[in-house]
């Protein structure tokens, strides 16, 4: 997100690790000392299957860290526009008939992490009707590219196959691998939170997303190719989620309509640069 909004021309304030999310009095200060135009909240606890281990702090940064972002936009002399990054999560399992999901569609979150975003969106939506914050509300489906942490299914997927290709196993361990998931590069994601916050209307949600889905198995399988590895896939208990949602498929027309944005990158030049993020292939 920095580094594509200073390629814009922006100038960026960035907090990260110096300032706790959820120590108001930090975040209050950081933000009115920037005096900036638009806040991008990205701070989060974002690993979905990690939730189940801590909900309590999940809640805690998802949650009260939104309301001190908020609180701390509302201090500011000029109060910025804010975009407040949600999630996907916050629509559960949803029944095929009900795919692509839109902004409309009932929020029935199953895992810890989706429900503190249900709980982040709400704090934004009191900040705007009540004290009229102009909050832009973004749910990102499932974004992938060079950069992500191993932690998440792609990257893991991929860094597993450099991996073993490296060591010269024949087998990587993988998680549900019959999922499928809205994919769209993090690159094409950042252009949209961009887009949104220029042309985006205060108090409304959208949906960042491709509006496809692309089952994992296909992208192990893709990555496999991409990468030359002919490996066996071996299913791993300690990778499944205690619930995880089959399929994710969302409808961007609402975002088109608000911006003209539209993903640019397909799926293998995404998967070529996330392989090259864990080092070339081994000859």
């Not at 990778?239 to 911006?259: E, F, I, Q, S």
């Not at 993903?263 to 000859?283: A, I, K, S």
Request: aromatic share 4%; with cysteine; glycine share 8%.
């Amino acid at each position: 997100m920095t580094s594509y909004l200073r390629e814009q021309g922006d100038e960026v304030i960035g907090i990260d690790r110096e300032v706790d999310i959820v120590d108001g009095d930090a975040v209050r200060a950081a933000v009115v000392a920037a005096g900036p135009d638009a806040v991008y909240h990205l701070a989060a606890r974002a690993h979905v299957g990690e939730s189940w281990g801590n909900p309590e702090d999940v809640l805690k940064v998802n949650a009260v860290g939104t309301l001190q972002v908020l609180e701390a936009a509302r201090a500011c002399t000029r109060p910025p526009r804010v975009l407040l990054t949600s999630s996907a999560e916050v629509y559960g399992s949803v029944v095929p008939e009900q795919l692509p999901v839109t902004e409309g569609t009932a929020l029935a979150p199953v895992t810890p992490y989706a429900a503190s975003k249900v709980a982040a969106e709400y704090l934004g939506v009191q900040a705007h009707l009540a004290y009229g914050l102009p909050v832009v509300v973004v749910r990102p489906f499932n974004h992938i590219g060079p950069g992500q942490s191993s932690s998440f299914v792609v990257a893991g997927l991929a860094a597993r196959i450099v991996e073993a290709m490296r060591d010269r196993t024949s087998s990587i361990a993988v998680g549900n691998l019959g999922a499928r998931r809205d994919l769209t590069d993090v690159r094409d994601i950042v252009r949209a939170y961009r887009s949104l916050v220029q042309s985006g209307t205060p108090g409304e949600v959208y949906n960042v997303c491709s509006g496809r889905d692309v089952a994992i198995s296909e992208v192990a399988d893709r990555l496999l190719t991409l990468a030359g590895a002919e490996l066996e896939l071996v299913p791993d208990p300690e990778l499944m989620r205690p619930v995880d949602v089959p399929v994710v498929r969302g409808d961007p027309a609402k975002l088109h309509t608000a911006t003209g944005w539209k993903p640019e990158l397909d799926l293998d030049t995404t998967l070529r640069d996330v392989l090259g993020q864990w080092g070339d292939r081994p000859d």
